[in-house]
């Protein structure tokens, strides 16, 4: 169950998005795109979360601070995007002329956004919708590449959104990956599908799991540490990634 809420706190209003999860032993939290996300035991009250983040408002303080100096920065450079390992720029392009319908076009130096000057549809949810297609491409490639490796059959393969994973792998043997992979540099994107994939065979984080993910990629630990600590910035939301996109209006 999820729970959205405000308090105030030492004059600050802070926005709260509580999920109570059955699995969950114990309250942790974190800051992104200017809310407090906690995630706590399904039983917990909403008053003894409150009290959890007062304690800790000092952290929750300096981490929103660093958020709204990131965002200030934003607005003074070009809004861009992490897009297989490269931070690249977004441009806007509304054309009175443009019949059908949206689309995106890239290059080595940026992602231009084809737009009807007219259209109704928000730039970043028509980029998050092309990079959930670019991800399971992509996705779907590396794990047709793995899973002989391993002797594994094809298995179901889902794209999801999650908010703090890269990728699972279920009982039934259907793999998930997150959307934002397309964000990582794609040996980073190999490496969670290999991941993932060994637990097939191996359902823990064993030696032995590790030890065929070393076997399969033997560098696994430097994609691993950069999606660590890239983590924030890909799952920052797109439309605060944008934040002042301008559009550029052709006359062609």
Known sequence: MTEAFSMTHQGYMLH???KRRQNAKRLTMRVRDGEVHATAPASLKTQDAEAFIAQHFDWVKKQLDQD???MAQLEDTQPAIWYRGVL???VLCRDPNHLGRS????TPDQITIHMAADSRLRPARLLE???KTQARQQIKTALDDVLPELGQ???PLSIR???TRWGSCSTTR?????WRLIMAPPAALHYVVVHEAVHLIHHDHSSRFWGKVAEMMPDYRHHKDWLNSHQQDLFANLDRRLHGLKPQYSLI
């Open 16 to 18: 709260v998005v509580l």
């Open 68 to 70: 709204a100096m990131a």
């Open 88 to 90: 690249t720029p977004v």
């Open 103 to 106: 689309k995106i076009i890239t």
């Open 129 to 131: 919708n092309w990079l």
């Open 153 to 155: 059959a094809p298995v």
């Open 161 to 163: 959104d999650q908010k």
């Open 174 to 178: 259907r793999l998930s990956f997150n």
